[in-house]
């Protein structure tokens, strides 16, 4: 085991990039490639490895992130074609422009796309969608904003391609596809139920009175003025790249039962959308956003040098020493622990660096199954917390800044997004015990 | 993390522009009423498909058919006796048909004369491909071809293969939508009427070159080629939504595909490829050459295209 003051350095150098991460004065990929830089010199030169592991580190996360590529250039195109916005405005069109069937319609939207298409496109879809619904019936985006960029999280435990946390985790892991619809999907449905009705609760307020029958008229007319054709670019173009899109959530199915990749997949997937989707593939290409990839090259980098300096062990063995090795105070330390830290970190790094942490904890003895779903839980739902805790927040909220003009502070935030999260975790905290005293958590094969 | 916020900016503006265009003024189109078809002959071989798909369109709107042709006055005799014919092969089939004969000297004015006597709301033409391609050069349509689409003020079918049967040409229209004018919608609101029972590909088209020339032109402003490409095919939605919604509420199968192009390649190629009809917007005489593209595509296609030019009559 390397010296303290190694494990204190490396320590210093993950915490510093990751607050660069959580709060952007310099490009989270830039602070991540930094980090990794630093953390590669100080490796070779205080002899932790030789810079040949660095290689052997990538390597071993380069399924990642052919996942993240695959699906990224797959969601990239499908998202595309319009569908989404199509059927975006039929909901909206279904409302009557009502405002609490609107604030219901629009978060159930928010849950259903972000399950299939990940957070960034539904996001932006539906924000955009929300704030010129709004700007038509004259209602506040704030609570719709406030409210879709809470429950997107809890849409992002559904499968295992709806978030980056669950790829990441389920990847490492090995975690098979089917056990995301067994173990999160039912809990991704309970913990939307609870953001529901608690921010029903909290933004009541917001919501107002319900409206005259004179004024319902009004709102009807004025969301029938929505033309949802005007979206429709090439419906040839979204029923193929549907197709593949279901194609390709079939294959994460099936693909370990052949002894195949889910990177595989997803690339197969990506390479089928490029060649019948029509779309120009250089353009498609160019459109998957590279900063994620090298922003992930960094973060394994230092994760993996972090590793090796020995302190993620600490950590681990920490956590056993305080829950005594109990795998249900285990399992809760975890939930919480990577709920709180998304809340204020961003949940990429907390959930890449739980899985060290979690391996080591499997070492000593500890079953790792109920853990992993921990930290998928807790990581995906913590990014409630804060304002920048989870993408849906960081797109929701700078946008009701940027084009509505309204702030919405931290404490404010937090109020609301704390308290949610507190009750979820509560909740979760509850189901996984229920799911490990009955034994229901499926073994994860390998 | 996967997006900066300066990403998030830019995206989420241009999504809320898109749902903002949802909002404009909807495009109403107008339900065309094929009360009378014309239909020109001119002894080709062409003759047999225009008369079949006539009757054809006849039988699906109910409508009357006027068999006229612009044969010279010395032909009068043989002339008279074979629109005779066709007349009577057409009523045998239950078309309700007859024969205009007209007192004009230049066939294109004998065939706007029946036009006008009829009162027909489409001309259905033989013209076929490449004929008289010695004489007249590779880049005419023929002299009486272009007066006619020049001059008519209904839409004008032109045949330009003995091809296939007229369900097969109907079954697929293919719309060619390159700017929002009326004449643009009128063509969309024939190519939905012609499109029931079966299906239709919109192919609406920004001119390739005039992207080039604009972007030459609005370099120094900062647009950049993309901005005006998607500034161009954002001008074409109000009227491809219409056709859209139309087609679903007619329950038409309708695919759109949006592209920035060689005009008239890409209309040819798609209904060379796929077979069906063509239908756009046709062009005044005094039009300049590269507003033909009506022109160019009957030069090029062997299918049947159909031009319109005015407004539907409601």
Known sequence: ?446 | MELGKRDVEKIVEEQVEAFEEALLERVRLVEPTPRTILLALDHSDQDSMATSLGAEIGRRHNAVIAVTGGFPDEMEEEARSYLSEASHRLREEGIDARTLWAPEKKSFDKILWAQRESGADILILPAPYFRDIETLGEDSIGTNLDVILARSPIPVLVIRNPGPEPEEVLDRIHLAIFDHTPPSQASAEWAILLAGGGRMDVLALVEEELVEMMEEALVSEGITEEDLEEGLIRSLVPLVSAVLRRCDDADIPCDVDYVTADLVDTITRRAGRRRGMIVLRGYEARDRPGEKVAREVILRSRAPVMVVKEPTRS
Not at chain 1, 386 to 414: K, N, Q
């Open chain 1, 1 to 446: 085991m390397p010296e303290t003051y190694v494990m204190a350095i490396f320590a210093a150098v993950m915490i510093l990039t990751y607050i660069g991460i959580a709060y952007e004065r310099i490009h989270k990929t830039t602070a991540a490639l930094l980090g990794a830089g630093t953390a590669i010199l100080l490796g070779v030169s205080l002899g932790l490895f030789p810079y040949g592991t660095v290689y052997d580190v990538l390597k071993d996360d380069l399924n990642i992130i052919g996942v993240i590529v695959g699906t990224g250039i797959l969601v990239g195109i499908t998202s595309r074609s319009g569908l989404f916005q199509f059927i975006g405005i039929k909901i909206v069109k279904a409302t009557g422009g009502d405002k609490i069937r609107l604030f219901l319609y629009l978060n159930l939207l928010t849950f259903v796309f972000v399950s299939f298409l990940t957070i960034v496109p539904s996001m932006l879809i539906i924000v955009s969608l929300t704030l010129v619904a709004c700007r038509v019936l004259e209602y506040d985006p704030k609570p719709y904003l406030i409210s879709e960029a809470i429950v997107a999280n809890s849409g992002a435990l559904t499968t295992y391609a709806s978030s980056l946390p669950n790829l990441i985790i389920g990847t490492a892991a090995g975690i098979p596809y089917v056990q995301f619809l067994l173990v999160s999907a039912p809990f991704a449905f309970i913990s939307f139920a609870l953001a529901y009705g608690l921010l029903r609760f909290f933004l009541r307020r917001d919501l107002g009175q319900k409206p005259s029958t004179t004024s319902l008229q009004e709102m009807r007319e004025r969301v029938e003025r929505f033309d949802e054709w005007s979206v429709v670019r090439d419906r040839t173009f979204f029923r193929r790249s549907g197709v593949i899109l279901l194609g390709t959530i079939v294959g994460f199915a099936v693909a370990p039962q052949f002894g195949i990749g889910l990177d595989f997949v997803a690339l197969m997937g990506a390479t089928a959308a490029l060649l019948l989707s029509g779309i120009d593939t250089d353009k498609a290409i160019k459109q998957v956003n590279w900063a994620i990839v090298l922003f992930f090259v960094g973060l394994f980098t230092i994760i993996a040098a972090v590793e090796a300096s020995g302190l993620l062990e600490v950590v681990a063995l920490a956590i056993t020493d305080l829950t005594g090795g109990g795998p249900m105070a285990t399992q809760g330390v975890i939930l919480w622990f990577s709920a709180g830290a998304s809340g204020f970190v961003d949940n990429i790094p907390v959930s890449a660096t739980m899985i060290p942490i979690v391996s080591t904890m499997g070492q000593a003895g500890l079953s790792m199954d109920p853990l992993w779903w921990s930290v998928i839980i807790g990581s995906n739902l913590g990014g409630s917390i804060t304002p920048i805790g989870s993408i849906s927040c960081v797109i929701a909220l700078h946008s009701l800044e940027t084009e509505a003009d309204t702030r919405v502070s931290w404490p404010e935030f937090i109020k609301i997004g704390g308290i949610i999260v507190a009750v979820q975790m509560v909740v979760a905290t509850a189901y996984l015990f229920l799911l490990s005293t009955f034994n229901m958590i499926p073994t994860i094969p390998g």
